[in-house]
Structures are given as C-alpha cells and as structure tokens.
C-alpha cells in the first residue's frame, strides 16, 4: 500500500515539475580559440567567429533554482598565428546547467548558472592562405580530431519580464581530441558567446 501512494506522489511531483517548466530559444554570435600542444610547444589559436544557438528548458528544483538543458549549434575552431591557416568545427552540443535566478521586484530575473557540456563534432573545413579548402573532414581521418568533445560551461544574463533575455556564456573544453594524444601532444576548445533568447512563459 505504501508503495502505491509514493507512486501516485511521484507521479504528482513530476506532473507539476514539468508544468512549470518553460522553454525558450536563443541565438548569437561565439568566438572560439584552440589550445594546442605540439611536442611538448603549447600554443593558443587566434579568435575566430561563428554562430551559436539553439533550445533549452528550465526545469524548477527549488525556489530560484533551475535545472536548464540545451541542445544547440555551435561554430568553434581557430586561426593559427603563425601561418594563415582556420580551422572551423561544427558542434552538436549537450550543456546541463544548474541554474539561479532570482527573481526581481517587476518580475525580471537574474541568471547564473554553471554545469557540464557534452558535445559531438557534426563536421568541419580547414582553409589555407590560399583561400582553398580541405575536403576533409577534420573528424574523420586517421589523424584528425576526435569526434566528442566534453568540459564546463558557465552563463550570466538577464531575463526581462517580458521572456525576452541576453546572456553571456564561456565553454572550456577539458578533453584532449587529439587521436593517441598525450600530456605533449593536444587539443582543446574554448569559445565564449553573446546571446539573445526569449522564453515561452506560461
């Protein structure tokens, strides 16, 4: 008896968790880097810009207190400094945020959030000084880059009481995708975004 009314609670908790739960889009410009090593020679890649934007949900765990997944497009790469060679990757990325936001005094919110990111490499180009491409996929040879990539992402924005939001984020890549790649020999993205979104309230 006693496990049929914690079912009928948790089936009443998870109904009311997901209607208040909201949606929302959002869309901006994201500047990449990479932080390469080579035989032990580090190096970090000129900015490059691309495009960032996607979907996400705000889940409530507690007053404030939100768990935001997303699932959106993502340019990263970069342009080496010594020679004129861009590498641009496209991403499919997974971040999972626990995410603040307090509410203000006209119904506006503040938003902190921090969590994990997953990511997979959907494909790619490598553009050299004299302006021909790669038609190879930067993923996919035997010495190209590994597909998935996984590390941190923080956000800040504003939410207006309108839906409508801006919000800066910064992803920092924590796997080496070099392939058989080591403490001499790697490669890691960072990118930071500007966004703007909108929230579908209820």
């Not at 889009?25 to 890649?45: H, M």
């Not at 923080?154 to 800066?168: K, P, R, W």
């Amino acid at each position: 008896m006693k496990k049929w009314y914690l079912a009928v609670a948790a089936m009443l908790i998870a109904g009311t968790t997901f209607a208040q739960t909201t949606f929302g889009l959002r869309v901006g410009p994201n500047f990449s880097s990479a932080t390469q090593k080579v035989d032990g020679e580090k190096e970090t890649s000129k900015i490059i810009t691309g495009v960032a934007g996607g979907a996400y949900a705000n889940i409530p765990i507690a007053t404030d207190f939100y768990i935001q997944p997303a699932l959106q497009y993502e340019g990263k790469g970069g342009k080496a400094k010594d020679f004129d060679v861009t590498t641009r990757l496209n991403y499919l990325t997974l971040p999972i945020d626990f995410v603040y936001k307090p509410e203000m005094g006209d119904g506006s919110n503040w938003i902190v959030g921090v969590g994990p990111y997953l990511g997979y490499g959907l494909g790619g180009k490598v553009k050299g000084g004299d302006e021909t491409t790669s038609d190879q996929d930067p993923f996919d040879s035997e010495f190209g880059l590994k597909r998935f990539d996984a590390g941190a992402n923080v956000q800040v924005g504003y939410e207006f009481n309108n839906g409508f939001n801006i919000g800066l984020n910064t992803e920092l890549g924590l796997l080496n995708l070099v392939q058989d790649g080591d403490n001499d020999n790697s490669f890691r993205n960072t990118s930071f975004g500007v966004s703007v979104g909108y929230t579908f309230r209820r």
